[in-house]
C-alpha cells in the first residue's frame, strides 16, 4: 500500500473524549484494498463483480474485525445479497445478524432525481449513528456503483455525493469501497479523483477532505488534466455554516499555472473566501511569478 | 507636459547613444538628467557602482533622482519590463509628466550576457508605450561586442551623439519586424543528451528532469527547471506540431534542456515578455511564467520548427 498516512487529531464518535484520539485515514494512491480503516474512503476499480465481489469479501471481514458494523448497498433481491455477503464475509448464512447488513440504493440515494447529495448524507450519517449506537466502532459500507452512475446526467449529482461522503468519512466512522467497472471508461476517473484512496495510476490528482474541514489536494496538477481538475473544483461547496473554505496543497507534487489559475477562477466564484495554506516550494514559486494580477481571489495562506 | 527633446512626444521615447570615455558618458548623461531634475521630473538612473558613483559626483542635485538599489531588476528581460512598469505607473500616479530613465543593459563589455536582451530592447518600443517615459541607453563602444551595436541601432528609433546631435536610426526594427539574434548554442547540445522524449506527457518530462537533475543542480533550480519543461511541453503538445521532442543535457551544476516541435511556434513578437491576453492567453501566460524564472531562457525559431531552450546552473543560475 503506498497511500500516505494521514493524522486526523479529532474525537471519534462514541470514543474516549479524553483519550484525544488520532484517526488515521489512507492518502493518495494504494495498491491494495486490504487493511482500511475506521475512516477510509476507497475507489475501487474493477472488471465486473466477479472480480469485485472476493475484495468486498475481504474488506467486509476485516471491517468486522475491527468491530464495524458492515452493509453491502446494492440492488437486486435480498436474501441472494445476503446470502453472498454471508459467505464472502466468511460469517456463515445470514439470518438476523445485525452486524451485517444489505441495504437497498433507493434506501440511501432515494427516488428521486436527481439525487440530493445532502439527503444522501444524512441517510449515511443516519446509519453510521446507528451502528454506535448498536455497540459498533463504525459503519463500513461496500457498494458497486456502476449501474447509478452508468448515465452522464447523473454523474454530476453522484460525484457531489462522493465528495460530501468524502468529507463525513474524514470526521466520522464511516469507511467505504466504492466500486466502479472498467466499462465506464473514462468517466470512473472523475469519481476516482474525489476518494481519499484509489488505485495507483488511475488518477494524476486527488482532491480529498482533510480533518479539520479543509480540502486537501495531492499529486500533479497541470495542463493535461486541467478540465478535469475544474470539473471537480465545481463539485465543491464549502460546509454549511463554514465562513471560509481552506485549500491544503501540502500533498501536491506538482501545479502548473494553469491548475493555479483553475484555482483563483473557482475562489472568484465561490460564496466564501478561499484560503490556500502549506503550499510546497515549486507552488509558492509558481503563485508568486503569476503574481496577484492573476491570482487575485485566492487568499493566500502562506504562498 | 514633457520636455526636452521628448516634448510633445506620446509614449516611450527611445534613444540611444553610444561612448567611448568618460567624458563621453558625462556629456551624455549630465544634460539629459539635469534637464529632467530641473524639469521636476523623475529620473531613474540604472548603471553599474562605478558609473553610479561617477553620476553622483556629476549632477547638482539628487533628491529627485533614483538608482535603482535592486540589481534583481536586471535579471531576466520580462522581470525588468515587469518592474519598471510598476514604477511607471507609481510615478504617473504621482503626477509625473515624463519619467526619464537611462541605464546600461547587461553585455559582455560591462560583464553580463546580453542573451535575451536584444528582444527587450525591442519590446520597450511598444510595452511602455502607455507611460510618457523618455529611456535613454548607454552603451560603451569600447567594450560592448559589435553585434550589441548592431542591436542597438535595430532597436532604437533615434541616436544622440555625445555632443548632443540627434538623428534617426536608419537602421530601426519596429517589434514586429525585429530579427532577434539567434541563441549562442550552448556546448552540451553538441553533445547526446542524457534522455530524449519524443511526444510525451508533461508529467513523464518532469519525471524525468526530476531524476537527471537531483542532485546536480539546488532544488531551486531544479523547481524552476520542472516548471519550465512542464509549460513548455503543454505549449509543444497544444499548439505546436508533432513530433515534440525534449532532450536533457546535464553536467556538474548545470542542466541543459530543449523542447521542440515542428510548428513556427508563436507569431507574436512580444511572447514570453509581456503576459498576452485574449485567445493567445493560455499560451502565452506560460512562456511569460517561463521568462521570469532564474533560468536562461531562449526561444529559436528555424526551418525546422520551433525550440523552448531552457538552462539552469547551480552557480551562475
Request: glycine share 10%; aromatic share 8%; with cysteine.
Amino acid at each position: 500500500m503506498s497511500g500516505r498516512w494521514h493524522g486526523v487529531p479529532r474525537l471519534l464518535a462514541g470514543g474516549d473524549p479524553g483519550a484525544g484520539l488520532a484517526v488515521m485515514r489512507i492518502i493518495g494512491p494504494v495498491g491494495s484494498y486490504r487493511e482500511l480503516g475506521l475512516q477510509d474512503h476507497l475507489c475501487w476499480v474493477h472488471g465486473d463483480r466477479g472480480d469485485y465481489r472476493p475484495h468486498l469479501g475481504e474488506f467486509f471481514r476485516d471491517g468486522l474485525g475491527r468491530g464495524l458494523r458492515v452493509a453491502y448497498l446494492g440492488s437486486g433481491d435480498a436474501r441472494m445479497v445476503r446470502k453472498l455477503v454471508g459467505r464472502v464475509a466468511g460469517t456463515g448464512p445470514l439470518r438476523s445478524g445485525k452486524a451485517v447488513r444489505v441495504i437497498s440504493f433507493e434506501e440511501f440515494y432515494g427516488a428521486e432525481e436527481p439525487v440530493d447529495p445532502a439527503a444522501v448524507t444524512k441517510r449515511y450519517d443516519a446509519a453510521t449513528q446507528e451502528a454506535l449506537a448498536d455497540g459498533y466502532r463504525g459503519l463500513r459500507i461496500g457498494a458497486d456503483m456502476t449501474d447509478l452512475v452508468r448515465a452522464p446526467d447523473r454523474q454530476d449529482a453522484f460525484a457531489r455525493c462522493e465528495v460530501l461522503l468524502e468529507r463525513y468519512s474524514s470526521r466520522h466512522p464511516l469507511s467505504a469501497m466504492c466500486g466502479y467497472r472498467r466499462e465506464l471508461g473514462d468517466a470512473v476517473a472523475q469519481f476516482a479523483c474525489l476518494h481519499a484512496a484509489v488505485p495507483a495510476g488511475l488518477t494524476p490528482f486527488q482532491v480529498f477532505a482533510c480533518g479539520d474541514g479543509a480540502v486537501g489536494l495531492l499529486g500533479e496538477f497541470d495542463q493535461a488534466c486541467q478540465s478535469a481538475f475544474e470539473r471537480a473544483l465545481r463539485r465543491i461547496e464549502p460546509a454549511p455554516g463554514d465562513s471560509t473554505l481552506i485549500f491544503d496543497l501540502s500533498q501536491i507534487q506538482f501545479m502548473d499555472h494553469h491548475a493555479l489559475l483553475s484555482l483563483d477562477s473557482y475562489a472568484e466564484t465561490c460564496p466564501v473566501p478561499v484560503v490556500v495554506r502549506s503550499a510546497p516550494p515549486l507552488v509558492r514559486r509558481a503563485a508568486r511569478v503569476l503574481g496577484l494580477e492573476h491570482l487575485g481571489h485566492l487568499r493566500p495562506g502562506d504562498l | 507636459m514633457r520636455t526636452g527633446a521628448a516634448r510633445g512626444q506620446v509614449g516611450h521615447f527611445h534613444e540611444a547613444g553610444f561612448y567611448s570615455s568618460d567624458a563621453e558618458f558625462r556629456a551624455l548623461i549630465v544634460p539629459f538628467a539635469e534637464e529632467g531634475i530641473a524639469a521636476g521630473e523623475p529620473v531613474i538612473i540604472g548603471y553599474d557602482d562605478r558609473k553610479n558613483a561617477l553620476i553622483r559626483s556629476w549632477l547638482t542635485d539628487l533628491s529627485a533622482v533614483t538608482f535603482p538599489a535592486d540589481s534583481g531588476v536586471y535579471a531576466t528581460p520580462t522581470r525588468a519590463i515587469a518592474a519598471y512598469r510598476r514604477l511607471f505607473e507609481l510615478h504617473v500616479a504621482q503626477g509625473a509628466g515624463q519619467i526619464r530613465i537611462t541605464g546600461e543593459l547587461p553585455n559582455s563589455g560591462n560583464g553580463g550576457m546580453f542573451d535575451g536582451w536584444d528582444r527587450y530592447e525591442a519590446a520597450v518600443n511598444t510595452v511602455w508605450q502607455d507611460f510618457p517615459v523618455w529611456g535613454l541607453c548607454l552603451y560603451d563602444t569600447a567594450t560592448a561586442a559589435p553585434v550589441v551595436r548592431d542591436v542597438v541601432e535595430r532597436t532604437h528609433p533615434r541616436i544622440v551623439s555625445p555632443s548632443g546631435v540627434r538623428r534617426a536610426s536608419d537602421r530601426f526594427q519596429v517589434v514586429a519586424d525585429f530579427e532577434a539574434l539567434p541563441p549562442v548554442p550552448d556546448p552540451l547540445e553538441q553533445t547526446s543528451p542524457m534522455i530524449e522524449l519524443v511526444d510525451r506527457s508533461a508529467a513523464e518530462a518532469r519525471r524525468a528532469l526530476a531524476q537527471i537533475g537531483r542532485g546536480q543542480v539546488t532544488d531551486t533550480i531544479l523547481d524552476d527547471l520542472l516548471l519550465g519543461v512542464s509549460e513548455a511541453v503543454s505549449n509543444a503538445l497544444i499548439h505546436g506540431r508533432p513530433p515534440a521532442t525534449v532532450r536533457i543535457w546535464a553536467a556538474p551544476d548545470r542542466i541543459v534542456v530543449s523542447v521542440h516541435d515542428q510548428g513556427r511556434g508563436p507569431a507574436d513578437p512580444l511572447a514570453g515578455l509581456v503576459p498576452a491576453t485574449g485567445n493567445a492567453a493560455t499560451l502565452g501566460l506560460g512562456l511569460w511564467l517561463i521568462h521570469q524564472l532564474d533560468i536562461d531562457v531562449a526561444l529559436k525559431h528555424a526551418d525546422d520548427g520551433f525550440t523552448v531552450r531552457l538552462r539552469g546552473a547551480t552557480t551562475t543560475g
